[in-house]
C-alpha cells in the first residue's frame, strides 16, 4: 500500500464502550466525572482495533481507573459498559482482559505450558497457542520457564494470556515502565499487533509515557486536577484534555516520529503535565 491520505481515512461507527459519570473515593475523592466514549475505528480494507491511552502523573488515580474499567473495582458513582453480544451490559470481571505490571505466570511451567492453561479455560487449541508466539516473535522460547524470559518477553506472553482467555477488550497497567528503549519499541509494536487482530479490538493503556502513548495510540486522554477560580486545584481528578491522533494526521503512521505534530503534540503534553497535580 502507498503511504498516501487515502490510507489513513478512516470513519467511526458503534460505540464499544462508555464510561459515564464515573467517580470514585474513599475518605476523599481520587476519580470525578470521568467521561468517555470508545468507538470501533472503521478504516477501508483494513482490520484496524482501537489504543485509547489514558496518561497522567504518578498518584493521580490512573490504577483506580483501570480498576474500574477491568470491573475489578466498583465505582462510587457512574457506570463502565461494554458492547456485548446481546447489547450493552456493565462491566464485570473476566469481560476485560488486563496485564498489571506484574505478569501472573506460572514458574514451575514452560512459557507453552502457561498458555495451554489459558487456552483450555477457553477452549482453545494447541493450535491458537502456537500462532499467538509465533505472531508475537516468542515461538524460539516455548520451552523456556518465565524466569529465564526479559521483562519485555513476560509481557508478551502475558498478554497473548489474556487474548487467549478474554473478550475483545484489553487493559494494560503503565506497559512501558522499566524497559530500556529496544524492549519499550517492541512493546509498542506489540500492542499495534493486538490492534489489528479484531476489528473490535481495543486495547486501553494506562501510563505517563508521553512518547510512547503518542506512538501506539490513535486517542490520547489526560488525567489531572482542574482548578477553581482562584487557582486551587478542586478534590478529583478527571480528563482534563482529549487528543485525536486520527483528526491530527498521527495516528498508525511509522514515520511519525519524524513529524513537526509530533513534536508539537509532546511539548503540549508535558507542558500540560506541569498543571495537573
Known amino acids: 500500500m502507498s503511504d498516501t491520505v487515502a490510507d489513513y481515512s478512516y470513519t467511526r461507527s458503534e460505540c464499544l464502550m462508555s464510561i459515564e459519570n464515573l ?54 458513582t ?6 456485548a453480544e446481546h447489547g450493552d451490559k456493565h462491566v464485570h470481571a473476566g469481560d476485560v482482559g488486563m496485564v498489571g505490571q506484574h505478569y501472573p505466570l506460572f514458574n514451575h511451567r514452560t512459557v507453552v505450558d502457561n498458555l495451554l492453561i489459558a487456552a483450555k479455560r477457553a477452549n482453545k487449541t494447541r493450535e491458537a497457542v502456537d500462532h499467538y508466539l509465533g505472531d508475537f516473535k516468542l515461538a524460539d522460547q516455548a520451552s523456556k520457564y518465565p524466569m529465564q524470559l526479559s ?3 513476560r509481557q508478551r506472553v502475558a498478554i497473548i494470556q489474556q487474548l487467549l482467555n478474554r473478550s475483545r477488550f484489553l487493559v494494560m497497567d503503565e506497559p512501558f515502565s522499566g524497559l530500556d528503549p ?13 490492534s ?15 512518547d510512547a ?19 486551587q486545584p478542586l478534590p478529583g481528578a478527571t480528563i482534563v484534555d482529549r487528543y485525536d ?20 503534540l509532546r511539548e503540549n503534553i508535558i507542558d500540560r503535565f506541569k498543571t495537573l497535580l
Not at 486501553?204 to 509515557?209: A, K, M, N, T
Not at 491522533?245 to 508539537?264: I, N, S, V
Open 23 to 76: 467517580g470514585v473515593h474513599y475518605d476523599r475523592p481520587i476519580l470525578r466525572d470521568i467521561n468517555l466514549k470508545i468507538y470501533d475505528i472503521v478504516r477501508p480494507n483494513l482490520t484496524q482495533g482501537q489504543v485509547v491511552t489514558i496518561l497522567g502523573p504518578s498518584g493521580i488515580g490512573k490504577t483506580q481507573l483501570l480498576r474500574c474499567i477491568a470491573g475489578l473495582q466498583s465505582p462510587a
Open 196 to 210: 489489528q487482530k479484531h476489528e473490535w479490538s481495543t486495547t486501553i493503556v494506562i501510563s505517563h509515557d508521553i
Open 151 to 153: 521483562g519485555g518477553q
Open 245 to 264: 491522533l486520527m483528526e491530527m494526521g498521527l495516528a498508525w503512521r511509522p514515520d511519525k516520529q519524524k513529524l513537526l505534530q509530533f513534536a508539537t
Open 78 to 83: 457512574g457506570t463502565v459498559s461494554i458492547q
Open 213 to 231: 502513548a503518542i506512538y501506539i495510540s490513535d486517542t490520547i486522554c489526560v488525567l489531572g486536577r482542574t482548578r477553581d477560580g482562584q487557582g
Open 182 to 194: 529496544q524492549a519499550k519499541q517492541m512493546v509498542c509494536d506489540t500492542l499495534l499487533t493486538v
